[in-house]
C-alpha cells in the first residue's frame, strides 16, 4: 500500500500525548531504512485502513521516501474501535518504544471511555488488574470540570495531596505541562545555574521572569508550612 493510503487516527493512539511523535525515535528508524534494514510492516485495520501498530515507522517511511511509496502492510480483522485500541496497546508495551507509566495511565483512562473492562486493559498491558489500577491511582489527577488526566512522575506528590479532590487551574496546568523530573530538582538545577555566574543569558524577558519568580518564591515560603518527609 502507499503510505499516504493509511490513516493515522490519534482516537487509537495509545500515548498520552496526541500528534505527538517521538523525534529521536523516528530518526532512529530513517536511519535504519538508510541502511537496509526492513523494518516490520505497520499492522492497520483491514476495513477503515487506520492505523493500529506503526505510527512511527509510518512517519520514517513518509519522511523518506514521501508519501506515494508503497509499504508492506498487514491488514487485520477487528469486532469495533474498542478492539483495535486494546490491540494498539497491547503491541505498543511489547515492542519498540517503552510505554511510560503515564502512556499507561492515559491508555487505562481512554479504554474506560470505551467502556473497556479494567481486566482486559490489564491483560492488554501484560499486568495484573489489581497492580494496574493501583499505579493508574497514583498517575490520574481529577480536574475542576470532572475530566480525568494521567500525569507524569513529577506530578505525583500533587495527586497525592489533592487525594480524590478537583485540582485548581493552576494545580491542572502544572499536571498538564509537568515532566519526570520532580519540581525539587528543577529548584536544584536554577540554584547551580544562579550561582554559575554566566551561565543564564539575562534579557528583559529572563529579568522579569526572575522577579517574577522571587515574589511567588516569598508568597509560598509565607503560605506552604514544611513537612518532615520519612
Not at 500525548?17 to 499492522?43: C, F, S, T, Y
Not at 514521501?66 to 477487528?78: A, D, N, S
Request: charged fraction near 35%; glycine fraction near 6%.
Amino acid at each position: 500500500m502507499k503510505v499516504a493510503e493509511l490513516i493515522r487516527d490519534w482516537e487509537l493512539w495509545p500515548r498520552h500525548e496526541a500528534q505527538a511523535l517521538d523525534g529521536p525515535n523516528v530518526k532512529r528508524m530513517i536511519e535504519a531504512l538508510e541502511a537496509g534494514i526492513v523494518l516490520p510492516p505497520p499492522i492497520a485495520d483491514e476495513k477503515s485502513f487506520r492505523v493500529i501498530d506503526g505510527f512511527h515507522r509510518l512517519e520514517a517511511y513518509d519522511r523518506l521516501y514521501g508519501p506515494e511509496h508503497k509499504i508492506e502492510v498487514e491488514l487485520r480483522t477487528y469486532k469495533d474501535d474498542a478492539e483495535m485500541l486494546l490491540e494498539a496497546g497491547r503491541l505498543n508495551w511489547r515492542h519498540g518504544l517503552q510505554m511510560t507509566p503515564k502512556d499507561r495511565a492515559h491508555f487505562f483512562l481512554k479504554c474506560r471511555r470505551h467502556k473497556i473492562p479494567a481486566t482486559r486493559i490489564a491483560e492488554a498491558l501484560g499486568v495484573k488488574r489489581d497492580v494496574l489500577q493501583a499505579k493508574v491511582k497514583s498517575r490520574v489527577l481529577k480536574t475542576e470540570s470532572g475530566e480525568q488526566i494521567a500525569v507524569s512522575a513529577g506530578a505525583r506528590h500533587l495527586v497525592e495531596e489533592l487525594d480524590g479532590k478537583p485540582a485548581n487551574a493552576e494545580q491542572e496546568h502544572f499536571a498538564r505541562t509537568g515532566t519526570a523530573l520532580l519540581p525539587e530538582a528543577y529548584i536544584s538545577i536554577l540554584l547551580n545555574a544562579l550561582r554559575a555566574d554566566g551561565s543564564i543569558r539575562v534579557s528583559e524577558k529572563v529579568r522579569a521572569k526572575l522577579e517574577a519568580l522571587r515574589d511567588e518564591i516569598d508568597r509560598f515560603l509565607e503560605s506552604m508550612p514544611c513537612k518532615e518527609i520519612a
